[in-house]
């Protein structure tokens, strides 16, 4: 069975700072989509970024990119020049057949 | 509408007590999916409906829970004789494609059910 784990319940980072959130999964499928999303207080879940397992190059949207490693079974989120309005829950998630969410990372921005 | 809407965002039920859950996806989205997401975890899926049809109900806690999409929009998630385990955030999700394996889902903003 698919399983996704997120082992930092929270994390924190300066405004203007780097940080990276941790992911990984267990497959033995060899063509998958994953994805990050996040989740403010409202609960809307709003997708950050997605990686084709079958693409090597990593995925970057604007101040997100995703650090893939097919081999070990590695989905990194980097969220560089950090924002007040990044604060929420983030959700690694895998698909083949439906969506498996990881636990969440609760990220906390200070100014 | 502009998004997946849902209905209502917030919902007390006692014990013992039918709910029913309404999901609005985007306009033409053939993908509609149900998740539960129990307090400071992830979502968990529950089913899945291409159109009409429930092509996956293998998330389906008991037999209490059962969803419909009989025209192939709007979906009801109906929870009969609800039992505490039962609170949580029910999230909707909608996408275009017949395949939802790669696409996006786009989420609605969840219904809160709490059974006291």
């Known amino acids: 069975a698919q399983t996704v784990t997120q082992s930092q319940p929270e994390m924190s980072v300066q405004e203007a700072e780097t940080v990276t959130l941790s992911c990984t999964y267990d497959?033995?499928?060899?063509?998958?989509?994953l994805f990050w999303y996040k989740q403010p207080p409202s609960r809307q879940m709003i997708l950050v970024i997605r990686?084709?397992?079958?693409?090597?190059q990593n995925a970057t949207e604007n101040r997100f990119s995703v650090n893939f490693q097919k081999a070990a079974k590695s989905f990194s989120l980097k969220i560089s020049d950090s924002q007040l309005g990044d604060a929420a829950m983030y959700f690694c998630?895998?698909?083949?057949?439906?969506?498996?969410f990881g636990t969440g990372t609760r990220l906390q921005v200070f100014p | 509408g502009a998004g997946v809407s849902q209905s209502p965002r917030y919902k007390v039920a006692k014990r013992g007590q039918d709910v029913a859950l309404r999901c609005d996806p985007i306009?033409?989205?053939?993908?509609l999916f149900w998740y539960q997401q129990a307090l400071g975890q992830g979502p968990e899926f529950l089913t899945y409906?291409?159109?009409?049809?429930?092509?996956?109900k293998s998330g389906l806690p008991s037999d209490r829970f059962f969803a419909e999409r009989p025209e192939g929009s709007v979906s009801t998630l109906k929870i009969q004789r609800t039992q505490q385990e039962d609170s949580a955030v029910y999230l909707c999700?909608?996408?275009?494609?017949?395949?939802?394996?790669?696409?996006?889902?786009?989420f609605g903003p969840g219904t809160r059910l709490t059974v006291t």
């Open positions: 999700a909608s996408s275009f494609p017949r395949s939802f394996f790669s696409y996006e889902q786009y």
């Open positions: 497959t033995s499928e060899s063509d998958y989509y």
């Open positions: 990686q084709e397992a079958y693409k090597q």
């Open positions: 998630a895998y698909n083949t057949d439906k969506l498996i």
């Open positions: 306009s033409g989205h053939v993908s």
């Open positions: 409906f291409q159109n009409e049809a429930q092509l996956d």
